[in-house]
């Protein structure tokens, strides 16, 4: 077992800016756990980032399915014994034609199951583990589009994205953050959340940054030193409104 080496669990990590994240945790000297549902698809991701000389082994976690989460406990328990850094990337949106007045209730279902209920279930899972590291640290990717301060504002600019089912599920993981921060206040653990900014992606074509600048918002919350804020959401080191 190795207990030395500092350990980085990223999901949703085969792509977009779970891979980047990955990948600059990776540069930074942690052994990677390249988080994926589709193992094949992890595998590959695997293959990329070790032919880069980073240390990566491919986990399958599917945020939908549980099974995987012991699994993924099992494994690293037996494997490291410890975890230092949970990136709680995987995450998607498959609502933007409507809004709160004709959501399918089965697609807010689906994307509270695995952007919402599925993250606090893992992260529960996990958290023994991250008990055992002098400095863990939880990283929550979040987006601004869970922010109910700016949904409110006249001026918060977020009149044209109003993904009820997506923008609620991170709403309710910043309060997942808040509460898991105060639970674990007397511990080295630190837990923020994280707005990457708009980055191109599968799932935002259109985003004007690019993933190696969207993924140091996580990178720098999954790195905090002893003094780091806990309790935070966070673009760069910008505090954002709940
Ligand atoms: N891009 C942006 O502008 C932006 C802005 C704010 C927040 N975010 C957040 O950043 C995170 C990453 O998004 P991205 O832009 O990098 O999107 P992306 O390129 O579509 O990547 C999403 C990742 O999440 C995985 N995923 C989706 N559903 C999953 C599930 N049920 N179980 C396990 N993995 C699952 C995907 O796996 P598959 O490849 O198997 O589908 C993929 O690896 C998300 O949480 C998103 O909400 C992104």
């Known amino acids: 077992m190795n207990t030395a080496t500092q350990i980085a669990l990223v999901t949703g990590a085969n792509k977009g800016l779970g891979l980047e994240i990955a990948r600059q945790l990776g540069r930074l000297g942690y052994t990677i756990l390249l988080g994926a549902r589709d193992e094949a698809r992890g595998a590959e991701a695997a293959k990329r980032l070790q032919a880069e000389g980073l240390q990566v082994h491919a ?12 699994q993924a406990h099992d494994r690293i328990a037996s494997e490291f014994g410890h975890l ?3 990136v709680n990337n995987a995450g998607f949106a498959a609502d933007w034609i409507y809004n709160a007045t004709n959501v399918p209730i089965a697609m807010l ?5 695995a952007n919402f209920f599925g993250l606090v279930e893992l992260t529960q899972i996990l958290l023994p583990l991250i ?4 400095a863990g640290r939880i990283v929550n990717q979040s987006s601004v589009l869970g922010s109910l301060t700016l949904h409110c504002a006249p001026d918060g600019g977020l009149d044209d994205a109003k993904a009820v089912a997506y923008n609620s599920s991170k709403t309710a993981l910043n309060a997942f953050t808040v509460h898991l921060a105060h639970a674990l206040k007397d511990t080295p653990i630190k837990v923020n959340a994280a707005h990457p900014g708009s980055v191109k992606t599968d799932a935002n074509p259109e985003g004007p940054m690019s993933v190696e600048e969207g993924a140091r918002t996580a990178v720098r919350l999954a790195t905090l030193p002893a003094d780091g804020p806990t309790g935070g959401f966070f673009h760069g080191d910008q505090s954002l409104p709940w």
């Not at 986990?59 to 012991?70: A, L, V």
């Not at 279902?109 to 199951?113: L, V, Y």
């Open 84 to 86: 230092d850094c949970l």
């Open 59 to 70: 986990i399958q976690i599917d945020m939908h399915n549980p099974e995987t989460f012991t």
């Open 109 to 113: 279902r689906d994307t509270f199951d």
């Open 131 to 134: 008990a055992k590291s002098p």
